[in-house]
């Protein structure tokens, strides 16, 4: 079945650690895009990219960074320097990010516990 | 910039009693509307969405959505609660058109549906 896959489903870090948030999909989607979600906030974008070796900022980008080496992958490492990075990830995909109408799909989350 | 507002963070209903969720957006150029349901822990599904054409639009599980341009406004509505329907809805806009923008889609920060037996 063709879908999105993140892993882990739960992570927990110490604080000071780097962490990297798996994605992958097999629908041969071009874009693919990363959000944080957090109680009574809505989704909130981070990073997204349109193609492969290429991504941009979203809209707190700070303390994480991505890379897009594969159409299928977009992993996200989560720095040190994020201040609170406790939240619930979202990875999507839609198949260009450039037409609206196509709609965005979601993985099933990452929830990010720091201790 | 286009914004989205979900008007109450949440609501209750009886089960078979009708449901409205409402969502009023801002945008400059047409906008491009879809809804999403998330069941707790998961990730989201779209329930529908409105891109062009009829501004009546039907989605999944028994839920549709209309456009009312004059009202700047989204609202979704199911007839008939099912227990099944208790999630978190998102109302989401899509920044196409402004300059530089991607087509990203703009979220509402949720409305939490509880159904009562």
């Known amino acids: 079945d063709g879908g999105i896959t993140q892993s882990p489903k739960y992570l927990f870090r110490k604080e000071g650690q780097n962490v990297t948030l798996s994605c992958e999909q097999n629908?041969?989607?071009?874009?693919m895009y990363w959000y944080r979600q957090d109680p009574g906030q809505g989704l909130r974008l981070i990073y997204y990219?349109?193609?492969?070796?290429?991504?941009q900022k979203g809209d707190i980008a700070e303390g994480y960074s991505v890379s897009r080496e594969k159409k299928e992958s977009f992993p996200l490492t989560v720095t040190s320097a994020q201040k609170n990075p406790t939240a619930f990830y979202l990875c999507?995909?839609?198949?260009?990010?450039?037409?609206?109408?196509?709609?965005?799909?979601f993985g099933p989350g990452t929830r990010l516990t720091v201790l | 910039a286009q914004s989205v507002t979900q008007l109450g963070s949440h609501v209750s209903v009886s089960e078979g009693a009708l449901v409205l969720l409402r969502c009023n957006y801002s945008?400059?150029?047409?906008?491009?509307l879809f809804w999403y349901v998330q069941y707790p822990n998961q990730g989201l599904q779209l329930l529908l969405k409105?891109?062009?054409?009829?501004?009546l639009v039907k989605g999944i599980n028994g839920f549709e959505a209309e456009f009312k341009k004059s009202e700047t406004s989204f609202h979704l509505t199911k007839p008939s609660a099912h227990m099944s329907d208790a999630a978190e809805y998102f109302c989401?806009?899509?920044?196409f058109g402004y300059g530089g923008s991607q087509g990203n889609l703009i979220f509402g920060k949720g409305t939490k549906l509880s159904v009562k037996p």
């Open positions: 990219s349109q193609i492969v070796n290429d991504f």
């Open positions: 989401a806009v899509s920044d």
């Open positions: 629908l041969n989607h071009d874009a």
């Open positions: 999507a995909s839609s198949i260009n990010v450039g037409r609206p109408r196509h709609t965005q799909y």
């Open positions: 945008s400059s150029v047409p906008p491009y």
């Open positions: 409105y891109t062009t054409g009829a501004t």
